[in-house]
């Protein structure tokens, strides 16, 4: 007999018994479905009062459209419990009426309902906000506008000065971002959010005061400077034609002041409305308590009627897992030359390709075994055919990228003449397009160098010439090269290492790996806070090289992912940094033909540790 029909036959075993099953269930279960969909309103009582609770709550957060919403659930609890006390048809399914002795629990919870629901009513008919905190919320999104252009006025203003009023001009950009932040915790304050930002707008408020005093020289007597970091700053008077905007500044600013700390000090829902909601919550623990004795009562009476059906439910079971055993046991023998059709699929999916499985039966596992056997030599051809075309693709791109960059040379080098003013002088709107040109240069140079590196290291083509160096001095040139830019973004960059250590590798490359770690870093580093610590740890046989950030972090879905071809952590299109996503592949690349490891340890918010050894040898 053929595989198909002994399989034919034992499925027919197996349906006839589950038909038998099926019929002798559906007789048991179509007695107690009316009381399992009653059972099912029954809990859906408490269903209902969870949605009046968030609903309730939904209001408190201005969303007035929803007091329709709660009037509809009030009306669909009482149509529900009206229903389980008298039984009928109730959105076309039987319900049956509950029984006499659970009459007592039916009434509690009917009692618990009049309570709750006059606290609904209240809450569906009472005004939901303060007018006067609602007033000055309105009042503040209003002025935050002018508030935000007269800052930005100081900021021009203050543009014209020297050095001397460097601070000034800080102090006047923190203001721009604060007033924007005023707006925007208040516009949060408006939709319901103040239990997170009452605590940020006082900061921006106190911060702000405490900023134009400093700019008016004015005294900061208040204690609450001292607990938000904030100090007297002893700085050099503006000069009366440039603090225009900062006069207009002062009194639309003592003005919003008063508004912003009224709304810190009140709640936008209304006194009455937040007692309602209390009183509701209250009512609605005491509510469900009793809806879930109702349930749990009913279930243990039907409960007491299913124990009648188990004994019977039970000799079911034990003869199907008889009939079963025997129907898995006829399978079994029947597709036992499966494994071995089996063990061969896993060869091929391995990379053993051409391989010949020998079966030599004419039944329906023969037949696959030769498509299995032709199917794995045509897979061997195709791939031999892919290796040649993916090996001419890489050494034409690594190609055409040598190529590229032949162009860019002389764009940087007559840029380089330009702005060295050779050929004569420039104004300042040619010298900005000109650096343009030269930075625009130098990033694609970067790119192209990026992605020659990532192919030759694809091709195996990148050539690492180690010989013996002092990694103290590699990291301490590197340091060097990258201070600039860390000193632009205000970021401290420092090593540790107090003395040589000696190891075996390409300084060129180690430096390229180094300079790509540090870049990274410099991106993912808050100004003024950031550090950036690049440290070594000494082993008999290798040195593993440390470089260690307090930036943002990298999510734990990307940690795993950093080290691929053209991978980047953030592929937004607002994204503030740019970037090929081959710096990390390529640092990866190089490390592993020095034939050491290369990986990253990192968390959100606090920071990234990138580590790679060197081997000594």
Same mark, same amino acid.
């Given at each position: ?52 609770s968030g609903t309730a709550d939904s209001?408190?957060?201005?969303? =007035?459209?929803? #007091?329709?919403? =709660? ?42 309902? /009049? ?14 906000? $303060? ?9 503040? =999104? ?61 900061? $921006? ?12 020289? +004015? ?51 209304? #006194?009455?409305?937040?007692? *309602? ?9 005491v509510l469900l308590d009793a809806t ?19 004994i019977m439910v039970q000799i079911l079971?034990?003869? $199907? +897992? ?17 494994? +071995? ?38 897979? /061997? ?11 001419? #693709? ?17 764009? /940087? ?5 330009? =702005? ?79 003395? *040589? ?9 180690? +430096? ?103 081997? #000594?040898?």
């Amino acid at each position: 007999m053929k595989i198909t029909q002994k399989t034919y036959l034992l499925l027919g075993v197996i349906i006839g018994v589950s038909a038998v099953n099926l019929f002798i269930l559906l007789s048991l279960s179509q007695q107690n479905l009316d009381v399992l969909h009653s059972i099912s309103y029954a809990n859906n009582l408490k269903v209902i009062v969870e949605r009046i609770s968030g609903t309730a709550d939904s209001i408190a957060n201005g969303n =007035l459209t929803d #007091k329709q919403t =709660l009037e509809s659930e009030i009306t669909d609890f009482e149509q529900t419990y009206v229903v389980l006390g008298i039984g009928g048809m109730f959105q076309g399914t039987t319900i049956v009426a509950i029984p006499s002795n659970l009459q007592p629990i039916y009434n509690q919870v009917g009692n618990s309902w /009049q309570e709750y629901k006059q606290d609904a009513e209240k809450i569906r008919q009472e005004t939901v906000f $303060d007018p006067k905190v609602k007033n000055a919320i309105i009042y503040v =999104l209003g002025k935050n506008g002018d508030l935000i252009s007269l800052t930005n006025g100081v900021v021009n203003d203050l543009a014209p000065l020297d050095r001397n009023y460097n601070e000034h001009k800080r102090i006047a950009a923190d203001m721009v971002n604060i007033a924007q932040n005023i707006g925007q915790d208040t516009l949060l304050i408006s939709i319901g959010e103040e239990k997170n930002t009452t605590t940020s707008i006082t900061k $921006d408020r106190i911060t702000f005061d405490g900023d134009l005093k400093n700019l008016e020289g +004015m005294p900061l007597d208040s204690p609450d400077y001292a607990k938000y970091g904030i100090k007297q700053e002893n700085l050099q008077q503006i000069p009366r034609s440039n603090s225009s905007s900062l006069r207009d500044l002062d009194p639309l600013w003592e003005a919003e002041e008063a508004k912003i700390e009224f709304i810190e000090n009140n709640t936008l829902v209304s #006194k009455e409305f937040d007692s *309602d909601l209390k009183s509701l919550e209250l009512q609605r623990e005491v509510l469900l308590d009793a809806t879930s004795e109702f349930v749990d009562e009913w279930n243990k009476l039907v409960d007491s009627k299913l124990n009648q059906n188990v004994i019977m439910v039970q000799i079911l079971l034990i003869l $199907d +897992m008889g009939i079963f055993v025997v129907v898995m046991l006829s399978i079994r023998k029947s597709l036992r030359p499966l494994q +071995m059709l089996t063990n061969a699929i896993v060869r091929i999916k391995e990379g053993f390709y051409g391989e010949s499985i020998n079966y030599n039966s004419n039944d329906e596992i023969g037949e696959l075994a030769n498509t299995i056997n032709s199917m794995s030599s045509t897979i /061997q051809k195709k791939e031999e055919e892919n290796r040649k075309v993916e090996i001419a #693709k890489d050494e034409f791109l690594a190609m055409i990228t040598h190529e590229l960059k032949t162009p860019l040379v002389p764009i /940087q080098g007559y840029s380089d003449i330009l =702005l060295g003013e050779h050929l004569g002088s420039l104004n300042k709107n040619q010298k900005e397009r000109l650096e343009v040109i030269r930075s625009s240069a130098a990033s694609l140079l970067q790119l192209i160098s990026d992605l020659l590196d990532a192919q030759k290291l694809e091709l195996g083509q990148l050539r690492i010439k180690k010989s013996n160096h002092n990694l103290k001095k590699t990291i301490e040139n590197t340091i060097i090269a990258m201070q600039p830019q860390a000193t632009i973004d205000h970021i401290k960059l420092i090593q540790n290492l107090d003395r *040589d250590i000696y190891a075996n590798y390409d300084e060129e490359r180690i +430096m390229q790996v180094l300079t790509n770690l540090i870049k990274n870093s410099l991106k993912a580093t808050p100004p003024r806070t950031g550090v950036i610590e690049v440290s070594a740890k000494d082993s008999p046989d290798e040195v593993t090289i440390f470089v260690k950030d307090n930036g943002k972090g990298i999510p734990p879905d990307a940690i795993d992912k950093v080290f691929k071809k053209f991978y980047q952590v953030d592929t937004s299109s607002t994204r503030e940094s740019g970037g090929s996503g081959l710096g990390l592949s390529i640092c990866k690349g190089i490390i592993e033909a020095h034939g050491g490891r290369i990986w990253v340890q990192s968390e959100i918010g606090k920071g990234s540790l990138f580590a790679f050894t060197v081997s #000594k040898k």
